[in-house]
Nanobody, 116 residues
Framework: VRPVESGGGSVQAGGSLRLSCKAS???????????WAWYTQAPGKQRDLVAT???????NYADSVKGRFTISRDSARKMVYLQMNSLKPEDTAIYYC????????WGQGTQVTVSS
């Protein structure tokens, strides 16, 4: 199974983006039985957890994105999404998806750049 992220881009502060992640090669049982998450990595910093969607369909968010980001999944399409609203310059990073805890090889990620 390999995560393939897309949807990043450059936006101004206050803008929105929707990131997508395809769990390429995953079968339905694997996809549904795992927790999925989005992570960020800013230049020179460690990779941080941003949002999780658990196998029991609960969601959790880092304090920095609560109320602005929404994680969701589509089991039929093996897709995980991150809707990002009210973006801030400090959201600038490469965004990755993976299981939680991360168990898959990391994908290439998708770059999000927010300008002030």
């Amino acid at each position: 199974v390999r995560p393939v992220e897309s949807g990043g881009g450059s936006v101004q502060a206050g803008g929105s983006l929707r990131l997508s992640c395809k769990a390429s090669g995953a079968i339905t049982s694997f996809f549904n039985s795992n927790n999925w998450a989005w992570y960020t990595q800013a230049p020179g910093k460690q990779r941080d957890l941003v949002a999780t969607f658990t196998s029991s369909r609960t969601t959790n968010y880092a304090d920095s994105v609560k109320g602005r980001f929404t994680i969701s999944r589509d089991s039929a399409r093996k897709m995980v999404y991150l809707q990002m609203n009210s973006l801030k310059p400090e959201d600038t990073a490469i965004y990755y998806c993976n299981t939680f805890p991360a168990s898959l090889d990391w994908g290439q990620g998708t770059q999000v750049t927010v300008s002030s």
